[in-house]
């Protein structure tokens, strides 16, 4: 039987209209939420992004303060700009669009953003606490897959999951929460990387498959067991004449033949993608309820 798809653009949506609601209670009280949000360089992808960041401050009534900075932008400029955001109290939460040039050091900006205002959850801080189960700002694409599992009504308690990726923005910190003793965590995590042996055999023991890789495609059906629940992370481009753009987006996960192995799975686009930018906004109202 062919997979449920996991609707993440409608789960993403009924978690809006409920942060509209509380938009609007914290602008009764005086208090817009407002983002900052930075990008430095031309990449369409971080464009794209920032573009639909922008568009999702604006559904919700949120202040936001947009800057695009040229690629030349000196690691001290940014970091200058970080200082202003910073000390804005209209600003409850700054992010700065990564990947950064090269010439630029992501840590040393990343740690530069003061941790309240660390909505994308990358600080240090806010990754010990996440790690520690203290309350704190959770990264929003770990924490949109946590949402996207609870309102399936997947049972993560107790499941075998499978991550295959261990990046710091999603593969560790979404591991994390799984492992963690709270509610969409308490799972049997094992986490897969380029150097991971048989990588096949481990996939295929997963109850929850979990692929955050950048290759497309890289899961295939036989790496799936017949029934797992599985969340594609990846968002990746390939030539496509067809298209108007020239190019389509597909996932890590070779999704038509995994639709019939798995009993959930989760689209691209249209599954992990909307739930990050959920999730960014979700910490932003709540900084915002800290300033309160
Ligand atoms: P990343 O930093 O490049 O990390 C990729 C991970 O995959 C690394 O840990 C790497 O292992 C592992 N990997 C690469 N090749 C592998 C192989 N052949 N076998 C097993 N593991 C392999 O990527 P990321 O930032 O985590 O992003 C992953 C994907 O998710 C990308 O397509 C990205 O665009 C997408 N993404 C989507 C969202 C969203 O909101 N939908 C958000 C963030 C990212 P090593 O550590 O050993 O190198």
Redesign the pocket.
């Known amino acids: 039987m062919a997979a449920q798809i996991i609707d993440g653009k409608l789960i993403a949506s009924e978690i809006r209209e409920d942060l509209k609601k509380e938009v609007l209670e914290l602008k009764a009280s005086g208090i817009t939420p407002g983002l900052g949000v930075i990008l430095v360089g031309e990449d369409p992808?971080s464009r794209s992004y920032v573009s639909a960041k922008e568009k999702a401050c604006d559904n919700l009534g949120l202040y936001s303060e947009n800057v695009k900075l040229p690629a030349e932008t000196t690691e001290e400029e940014l970091l200058a700009l970080v200082d202003t955001m910073n000390n804005n109290s209209k600003i409850d939460g700054i992010l700065v669009q990564l990947p950064l040039p090269k010439h630029i050091d992501t840590d040393r900006v990343i740690m530069r953003i003061i941790p309240e205002k660390d909505v994308d959850g990358f600080h240090p801080q806010s990754i010990g606490k996440m790690i520690m189960g203290k309350d704190t700002f959770l990264p929003?694409?770990p924490h949109?897959i946590i949402k996207l599992l609870l309102h399936s009504n997947v049972k993560v308690e107790g499941a075998n999951v499978v991550v295959?990726?261990?990046?710091?923005?999603?593969?560790k910190p979404v591991a994390n929460l799984l492992l963690s003793k709270s509610e969409g965590g308490n799972a049997t995590v094992t986490v897969?990387?380029?150097?991971?042996k048989n990588?096949a055999e481990i996939t295929r023991r997963a109850d929850i498959l979990i692929a955050?890789?950048?290759?497309p495609e890289?899961i295939t059906a036989d790496m799936i067991k017949d029934g797992a629940v599985v969340i594609d992370?990846?968002?990746?481009r390939v030539d496509d004449s067809t298209k108007k753009r020239g190019y389509r987006l597909v996932g890590?996960v070779e999704y038509k033949a995994a639709l019939e192995k798995a009993s959930k799975i989760t689209p691209?686009p249209g599954?992990?993608?909307p739930?990050?930018?959920t999730m960014l906004m979700y910490n932003t109202v709540n900084s915002a309820k800290n300033r309160k």
Request: charged share 10%; with cysteine.
């Open positions: 992808a929003c694409t949109g295959v990726g261990r990046s710091n923005i999603v593969g897969c990387h380029s150097r991971t990588i955050a890789i950048g290759k890289f992370v990846g968002v990746n890590d691209v599954g992990v993608g739930m990050t930018i």
